[in-house]
Each structure stands twice: as structure tokens, then as C-alpha cells.
């Protein structure tokens, strides 16, 4: 697995620390997606089926549109690490995530399909970030107005997973 060391201050921006905070400082951001990976399957698959489609509260996600967000995230994480790793310097815009929510229909599939997505969305986000030099790492590109490097895209999938992880953890169980 590549080593990915934790992003400095400044190549990300400031809202970004809740889910580079979640992440150890060890440069093995790569180890700790599979391991989250893990994590999440063991624990989705311990809860009963009627609470992946509840509510904690009004207006707040299921489980399974939580679990759609984060390969969203992920998979808008990736495009934006990929522009930016080809040196891309087009700014890029951000996304309302609570926009993506209805249009998932994740409440609507079953558990199985969503977890095979959710495994196919990581092992190509493991793959691609391990194909990469420190010198690809370190290269940033500006997202909504704000500097971000690939490496600190990289820590903000982990701990954007971690964030929602912890999440479920608290408000589900």
C-alpha cells in the first residue's frame, strides 16, 4: 500500500479538518480505507433490516442513503483528486450533497447491492490512489475557491466515511 502522509494545513480548506482529524497520522490513509471498509460492511450487516430505512430523527438520512452519500462523496472526492493528480488546473465546483439524497433512491435497494457498490467504489479508489508518486500527491487544483492537494482528498474520503461511521454508531445504535 502507498504511503500518503496527512495533508498540511492549508490543502484543504477549513471545513475539511472534521474529516482529516479522523484519520491517524501514520501515512496509511490507503490501509485505513480498506479497514473502514470492513468496518462499515460488519456493522450494516449486524443491524436488522427495518433500521437501515428508519429515521434517527426528522429529516435526517436513513442508513442507506447514508451509505450512497459516502460513495457520492467518494466518488466526487476521486474526480476531483484525479483532475488535480493530471495537473489539471481548472477550478472545479463544489456539490450540495443534500441535493444527491432523493435521487439515490437508496431506500429502495437491497442491502447486498448496495455494499457490492460500496466495495467496488472503494477497491477503485484504493487501486487509484496507489498508483500514485509523492510528487502526484502533493499536487493541489482549487475547489470552490479553495486549494486542496490529492493527498488531502485522499484523508477527507477516509474521514468523511470515519465522520458518518461514528454517525450511525451514535444516532442508530
Not at 447514508?66 to 493530471?86: G, N, P
Request: glycine share 4%; hydrophobic share 40%.
Amino acid at each position: 500500500m502507498n504511503v500518503i502522509q496527512k495533508p498540511n494545513e492549508g490543502e484543504y480548506a477549513p471545513y475539511a479538518i472534521i474529516y482529516i482529524d479522523q484519520v491517524p497520522d501514520d501515512g496509511l490513509v490507503v490501509n485505513h480505507l480498506q479497514d473502514n471498509l470492513k468496518a462499515v460492511q460488519t456493522l450494516v450487516l449486524s443491524l436488522p433490516p427495518e433500521k437501515l430505512t428508519s429515521r434517527w430523527a426528522d429529516g435526517e438520512w436513513t442508513i442507506k442513503e447514508i451509505l450512497v452519500h459516502i460513495m457520492d462523496t467518494e466518488r466526487i472526492f476521486c474526480y476531483r483528486a484525479l483532475r488535480f493528480a493530471r495537473n489539471d488546473d481548472t477550478e472545479l465546483p463544489g456539490f450540495e450533497q443534500d441535493d444527491y439524497v432523493p435521487y439515490t433512491q437508496a431506500n429502495k435497494r437491497k442491502i447486498a447491492d448496495i455494499l457490492e457498490e460500496y466495495s467496488a467504489v472503494r477497491q477503485a479508489t484504493i487501486t487509484f490512489f496507489n498508483s500514485f508518486v509523492e510528487e502526484t500527491l502533493t499536487r493541489a487544483g482549487i475547489v470552490s475557491g479553495q486549494r486542496v492537494s490529492v493527498r488531502a482528498l485522499a484523508s477527507m474520503i477516509a474521514g468523511h466515511e470515519l465522520h458518518h461511521l461514528d454517525s450511525i454508531k451514535e444516532n442508530y445504535l
